[in-house]
């Protein structure tokens, strides 16, 4: 059932040992609403916790270091910024969803009540959710939503970044975020294995129809030279959509079982989660993702015909 | 003699055939100054224009494009985004600076009236002023000062970014700027040309004094392969720094007749003015330049033997 921001304060005032789950490969969206959500319940004396499928990458630690862990038996589960319940990882067998706080328009009602509101980040919901249980925003807090708005807006460049955005960033920032450390951390820090990563992706870079679409090729055998890893190619996909022309970008990463996940760019021209649907995937409508049970260079193949296609229209 | 907005706002409203002044090798900080006041003094009826001692990039045609040249004999000179009288270039000796609107805490107070004000962006106190001189403010003009407040800041995401540069935005964007479209041109273009260079430039970076300092070569080889050339070059240099560790980033450039070019790049620990001035060179404390009269490897070796020497303190 779909909710609005004031229902779903009161839901998660109305229970307690509430387990929140983020999605799979965490970002700093997803992270930044669960321990925003986690912070703001203690607040209120509940007990409360944060789980996933996947390790937290390291340089978002800020957000929880202080924070000790809690054994609980949940009895409320609430997803944020997880789109369908699959992303949930292996998580998904686990858990019965009772709310989801999400901002994927793609998002598929799996939960028994929704908040779904359009907005560039899931955090700047959880800002609402947060005002409206009426708890104290501290500068840790203020940092874990200050950390969704950034990511999931490429540092407020993305043209979905709306007035509404910048002006909840400046509340946060008031509110004791440190935006220059928490920007510097997510874009300016390279690790060295990403870097050689970055490099290897950028070499694999190849252009099709006209130089409209551009596609980055990742293999295990380039995390193993490097010594990266998925977790660490979130800032690949943005890559092929900077260079002048290209109108979609692709990135082919492939699994260790050898089958394949995408992620799609685009711009304005081209909706990205249109392609990402003919594969099962889905997202937003200049970024998005879906798996292909083949092998990179078939994926490859297939993905850039779909995306040729839709840009014949 | 310092003045406040209000002062400001009053001469820019007593003066007529006012000709406004931007620095040499314009950003978009002081074109965004420019063509905002420009189109602001219009509005009030005035005679105005802008002038530099350089061409304008292309990518900021959108600020001016629909805007008639007046040939006028200008009785008033405001420079703006101007620390010192000698980044007017050539046209420093042609007009005596009746105001300057600067954010630069080492404005050198050339002009007869100074408005300076500790902003991260000079649009942001362009706002401030224009507001004060009453007119609205109309998408285009909306779009000029959202400029100078995303490049002067790097997209929102300096330290030096405050509540009230993410207020000024959401402002701007209320007004009609297009910071979609804005952001794309500043930050996520590369032209082809620049995307070849950038990955022979990640190819020859190597690392010294246990990676603290990262050193990108490029040669006139590098141009001649790619299609590039030194303008293109601005966005190298900050790589160097982003590596995970790196203390130093130094960029070598070879000049076409052999000698070289260095850009050095450091975090708060180092002063990369110092090792700059070491070779007759200077800068800012985190960002500086100087010359070598010798071959790209001779001058990689001195500057990491100098840069060696600043870690060990």
């Known amino acids: 059932m779909r909710i609005d921001v004031k229902r779903c304060a009161e839901l998660l ?38 789980a996933n499928a996947d390790e937290i990458p390291k340089k978002y630690s800020y957000m929880f270091e202080d924070i000790a862990e809690i054994k609980f038996k949940p009895s409320y589960v609430v997803a944020v910024d997880v789109a369908t319940d699959n992303l949930l990882g292996e998580l998904q067998r686990q858990y019965h969803i009772d709310l989801c706080i999400d901002h994927h328009s793609t998002n598929t009602e799996y939960a028994d009540y929704l908040l779904l509101e359009d907005a560039p980040a899931a955090c700047q919901i959880m ?61 300016e820090t390279k690790t060295k294995t990403y870097a050689r990563l970055e490099r290897l992706a950028l070499d694999s870079m190849r252009f099709y129809e006209n130089d409209r679409i551009a596609v980055i090729t990742i293999t295990q055998a380039m995390y193993n030279e490097t010594g990266s ?22 990135t082919v990463k492939e699994k260790p079982d050898g089958t394949c996940k995408a992620s799609l760019r685009t711009f304005e021209t081209v909706n990205a989660a249109e392609i990402a649907k003919c594969f099962g995937g889905g997202g937003h409508a200049q970024a ?26």
Chains 1, 2 share one sequence.
């Open 13 to 50: 005032a109305e229970h307690d040992n509430i387990l929140i789950l983020t999605h799979a490969h965490p970002d700093g969206d997803t992270l930044g609403c669960g321990f925003a959500l986690c912070r703001a319940l203690y607040k209120l004396g509940k007990i409360c916790g944060v």
């Open 229 to 250: 890893n998925e977790q660490e190619t979130e800032a690949i996909a943005p890559l092929t959509r900077q260079i002048e022309g290209v109108e979609i970008g692709i």
């Open 127 to 187: 800002l609402e959710v947060i005002r409206e249980l009426g708890v104290e925003i501290d500068s840790r807090l203020a940092g874990c939503l200050y950390t969704g708005l950034s990511t999931d807006t490429g540092c407020f460049k993305y043209a979905s970044t709306t007035a509404a955005t910048y002006r909840a960033a400046a509340e946060l920032i008031e509110l004791g975020a440190d935006n220059g450390a928490i920007n510097r951390a997510m874009f």
């Open 288 to 313: 998005a993702a879906c798996r292909l049970e083949c092998g990179v260079e078939e994926a490859r193949d297939r993905l850039v015909e779909k995306s040729a296609q839709m840009l014949k229209g």
